[in-house]
């Protein structure tokens, strides 16, 4: 029998095309910074990898954004399955925090069940771009844009009216951002089940990020186990092929975007619900949706992946922020754009990969 | 009166950049090529034009000659747009990429890279551009008297080169798509590459084409948003490139429709940062924040108007699709 190279395992090729993007990413990231500062840019490019483990705290930290980051990059994922390409996480997050945040501070609800809320809200934004890709043949892209901006809208409009949600309304003088979760109704903040002891009082650190690895899981039994993730796969290979074969391939657009945008509330919702960060009237889209992107990329949408990429991705913006005064810390995003840049010809990248690795084994079988 | 000059003013200045840019992604994509970059593509234009304006400024030159500094400025932002815009053609046409995701990296690029380099040529926290005074036309370039009457208001209150340039590249781009051999060979590799390249087209030179000039026309779109803005260059531009794009499909990817749909949606935004003042509009009496209400508006109607006409819409029928020799 042949004795298969690693070349051959599509596993293997995956997670090295990922590590290049990952080493030239940083590389391109560390020369621009060479470029605009030589004497400061070594120290910046390693408070980038340091700082996530320079303290329990900091680590902390890590962990808190990962999971956010990991479910955005698992409704992106999820979308890629199905051959969608879920620019919308964005503003399914938004409302899904939104929701959240209505069921702890208006409503007075227990923080499960304002997380049931928040996939709740995200799932209804990602029914427009399923619903009108499968209906209208409008371009999933486009809609979801589109929705981004409206759901940031939206929100502030309501927050604006909604005089309950306000800071001002709980004790605190602004009214640019909803109320402190301590104050408003600390039942539903996350638990921290005794996890800030261990992270040397870390105020970051909570249950979420294993909710968010659960669901990783969860994700991943979907796909890869049951007949109805079998049929998105299909669709997304080969959408003619699998309406010949007796699939349902716009219910199935649809069901998707409504899973993957329930993905990306659940992450706004636990992101807010942590009690340390309250949601701010900005006239900005937020980054924590785009941030999915290359999340998803980096795991090649596998959601057990994601798990993995999202604590890179996290790990490398909490070091990013140490980076001031220095550079700003928005050079992390340039080291994620690189990225999402390499990722965006991965197949050709795998490709290369895939046959340099089996020249180098059969060499090695000739020596 | 005052306020309709006024309002009708600023709907031109509005106006400029959604046709500039808009104008730019009708080339991309009639040339095959999706191009969802245009908001970095701004942001990179619109970089390299503020920190040359701020040059031209601080060594005095720009002030005594400012419509040739200004000139210069736009050409700098559109060949910065243009360089960029190669990344995309790059990965979209010769290694046959995902054109959206090549497209999401560039606008996650633009904005960090202009932030970095903001911050590291003017100083910590110093993210803010300004742009100088002296750009604006006013009365006085023509040998008029200032005054304030409605004709003073409309051309005068936010005249800058940029319109002029705008109307100049709309007449161009009209020209250039109908009238020449040019945009009838880059519309045919939008519509069936393999059928332009069995005539002799090289499909790979065309498509280049088109998104090196929606480069150009996005990186000046890029300044004119800046200098419609007025508050000096801040990294952003505020999501215009996005909105542009709904204006190319909004205007059924046609230079003529185009120019409507960019004015609609410019007056749209004028009408909702100005809403408070504006006597004719409905005041919602109680309800805070109305300026979002309005602002949200344009998108919803995008969406509505997507949803009616999207069976018979005219986009390119291979935009999106990386164009391989090999399946001809």
Redesign the interface.
């Known amino acids: 029998m042949k004795k298969k190279s690693i070349g051959d395992n599509p596993a293997v090729v995956s997670i090295l095309a990922s590590i290049i993007s990952i080493v030239v990413g940083l590389l391109l990231g560390f020369i621009l910074l060479l470029i605009l500062n030589p004497s400061k840019a070594g120290i910046g490019i390693s408070a980038m990898l340091t700082t996530g483990f320079s303290s329990m705290d900091q680590f902390g930290k890590v962990l808190y954004q990962a999971a956010p980051l990991m479910l955005c990059g698992l409704s992106v994922g999820f979308a890629f399955k199905t051959g969608l390409f879920n620019i919308g996480a964005s503003g399914q997050y938004t409302m899904g925090a939104f929701f959240a945040l209505v069921g702890a501070i208006q409503f007075q609800l227990p923080w499960f069940v304002c997380l049931i809320l928040a996939m709740i809200g995200g799932g209804i934004w990602g029914i427009f771009p399923g619903l009108f890709k499968a209906k209208f043949n409008v371009n999933e892209v486009i809609t979801a844009i589109m929705f981004n901006w409206i759901a940031m809208f939206l929100v502030n409009l309501l927050l604006a009216n909604m005089p309950t949600m306000l800071a001002s309304a709980w004790g605190a003088s602004n009214s640019d951002r909803t109320a402190a979760l301590a104050k408003a109704n600390p039942a539903a903040v996350i638990p921290k089940a005794g996890l800030n002891k261990l992270f040397g009082n870390s105020s970051w650190i909570n249950i979420s990020v294993f909710i968010a690895i659960l669901v990783a899981i969860l994700i991943w039994f979907i796909l890869q186990k049951t007949t109805f993730g079998y049929e998105l796969k299909a669709c997304g290979m080969n959408k003619e092929a699998s309406r010949y074969a007796g699939i349902n391939a716009n219910r199935n657009i649809v069901l998707s975007m409504i899973i993957a945008g329930a993905l990306s509330g659940l992450g706004g919702g636990l992101y807010y619900l942590a009690g340390t960060i309250q949601y701010v009237l900005v006239k900005s889209i937020l980054a924590m949706g785009f941030n999915g992107i290359p999340v998803a990329l980096l795991a090649n949408s596998n959601p057990l992946g994601t798990i993995f990429s999202s604590l890179f991705i996290s790990f490398i913006q909490v070091g990013g922020s140490a980076m001031q005064p220095n550079f700003s810390s928005e050079a992390t995003d340039i080291v994620i754009a690189v990225i999402i840049y390499l990722a965006a010809f991965s197949l050709l990248m795998k490709m290369v990969l895939s046959n340099l690795l089996k020249r180098t084994g059969k060499e090695d079988k000739k020596a | 009166m005052t306020v309709l000059a006024n309002i009708l003013s600023l709907t031109i200045v509005f106006a400029v950049p959604l046709l500039l840019v808009a104008l730019g992604g009708m080339y991309s994509e009639h040339s095959g090529v999706i191009n969802?970059a245009l908001e970095g593509i701004m942001v990179i234009g619109a970089l390299c034009a503020s920190f040359a304006l701020k040059g031209f400024d601080s060594a005095g030159w720009g002030s005594t000659h400012p419509q040739i500094a200004m000139l210069i400025s736009i050409l700098i932002a559109g060949v910065a747009g243009m360089v960029f815009s190669i990344?995309l053609a790059f990965?979209a046409i010769n290694?046959?990429?995902?054109q959206?995701?090549?497209g999401?990296?560039?606008n996650?690029?633009a904005?960090?890279?202009a932030?970095?380099?903001t911050?590291?040529v003017q100083g910590?926290?110093l993210?803010t551009i300004q742009i100088p005074t002296w750009i604006r036309i006013t009365q006085a370039n023509f040998g008029l008297e200032a005054g304030n009457g409605f004709l003073d208001s409309l051309i005068f209150k936010y005249f800058y080169l940029t319109t002029p340039v705008a109307i100049v590249l709309f007449i161009i781009a009209w020209i250039l798509m109908y009238k020449t051999s040019f945009g009838l060979r880059l519309r045919a590799c939008g519509e069936h590459p393999q059928a332009a390249d069995s005539v002799g087209i090289n499909v790979y030179r065309m498509r280049y084409a088109g998104v090196l000039i929606s480069g150009f026309l996005g990186g000046v779109g890029g300044i004119a948003y800046t200098i419609a803005v007025g508050s000096g260059f801040s990294?952003?531009v505020?999501?215009y490139g996005?909105l542009a794009?709904?204006v190319m499909?909004f205007g059924n990817w046609k230079p003529i429709q185009i120019l409507g749909s960019a004015a609609f949606f410019a007056l749209f935004k004028v009408i909702a940062a100005y809403n408070s003042s504006l006597p004719f509009l409905p005041k919602f009496e109680g309800?805070?924040?109305k300026s979002?209400?309005y602002?949200?508006l344009p998108?919803?109607v995008?969406?509505i108007v997507?949803?009616f006409t999207?069976?018979k819409?005219q986009a390119p029928k291979a935009e999106g699709i990386p164009y391989d020799k090999g399946t001809r």
Not at chain 2, 95 to 98: E, F, I, K, S, V
């Open positions: 969802i990344l990965a290694l046959r990429a995902d959206t995701i090549g999401t990296a560039l996650i690029f904005p960090a890279f932030v970095v380099v911050w590291a910590q926290g993210t990294a952003s505020g999501g996005f794009l709904a499909i309800l805070k924040d979002s209400l602002q949200m998108y919803i995008t969406m997507l949803v999207s069976k819409s």
